[in-house]
């Protein structure tokens, strides 16, 4: 139990266009779920924390024009990121927590890799 | 100082051997604790939670929580050559968020 899938695991785009990424829940419910970006050889960065149902949280530093998340239902949220360019190049990992669980758990997603030319 | 910190290694150990992962964290109040095997160019992927004080085991690997000391280990046992890795400490604070904040993570590699 507890699979989180990402959509796509990579895509290449043109720098100045928009890419979305999906993070789907696949056995259980979410009513909150989480997007980071990693960089090669760094650790995991939290960019956002995502509820059901009502605006993003987003950490400081993290432009939520430009990092745009939705999550209409308790099974899915998207992560567009608009406007690439070429340092938005990264590894975009999203996780969830299975709702109603007494426990912290997050689940992983397999991550997007996003390469912006 | 860091919220979570984990010596970034890279810690080397011979097959079979036991292989020890330390992390300190600085928030006192912090109540959930989880350990992440993360491959390279792959996701973290969910190893270990520990909520008490004391040792929680789960087949080859142990969890050590000292909320006195601040302090969470993982060891593992009869280390094998695919448990080589990048392993993360995470740790949720006090309070409502469900946020965790990572350490670094530790590199191990297990030598055949």
């Known amino acids: 139990g507890a699979v989180v899938s990402q959509h796509p695991s990579w895509v290449i785009c043109k720098s100045g266009t928009s890419v979305k990424i999906e993070c789907r829940s696949l056995?259980?419910?979410?009513?909150?779920m989480f997007w980071y970006r990693q960089f090669p050889k760094q650790s995991l960065m939290l960019m956002a924390t995502?509820?059901?149902?009502?605006?993003?949280?987003?950490e400081q530093g993290v432009e939520k024009d430009k990092f745009l998340i939705n999550h209409a239902s308790l099974t899915l949220s998207t992560l567009t990121v608009t406007s690439a360019h070429p340092e938005d190049s990264s590894f975009y990992i999203c996780?969830?927590?299975?709702?109603?669980?007494?426990?912290?758990?997050?689940?992983f997603g397999p991550g997007t890799r996003l390469t912006v030319t | 100082q860091k919220e979570v910190e984990q010596n970034s290694g890279p810690l080397s150990v011979p097959e079979g051997a036991i292989a020890s992962l330390n992390c300190t964290y600085s928030?006192?109040?912090?109540?959930?604790f989880f350990w992440y095997r993360q491959y390279s160019g792959k996701s973290p992927e969910l190893i270990m939670s520990?909520?008490?004080?004391g040792d929680k085991e789960d087949g080859r690997f142990t969890a050590q929580l000292n909320k006195a000391s601040q302090y969470v280990s993982l060891l593992i046992r009869d280390s094998q050559p695919s448990d080589s890795a990048t392993y993360l400490c995470?740790?949720?604070?006090?309070?409502?968020?469900?946020?965790?904040?990572f350490g670094t993570g530790t590199l191990l590699a297990v030598q055949p």
């Open positions: 995470a740790v949720r604070g006090g309070g409502a968020t469900n946020k965790l904040i």
């Open positions: 928030d006192r109040v912090s109540q959930s």
């Open positions: 995502s509820n059901e149902g009502s605006k993003a949280t987003y």
């Open positions: 996780s969830a927590i299975p709702g109603g669980s007494l426990m912290d758990e997050q689940y």
């Open positions: 520990i909520y008490s004080n």
């Open positions: 056995d259980f419910q979410a009513t909150t």
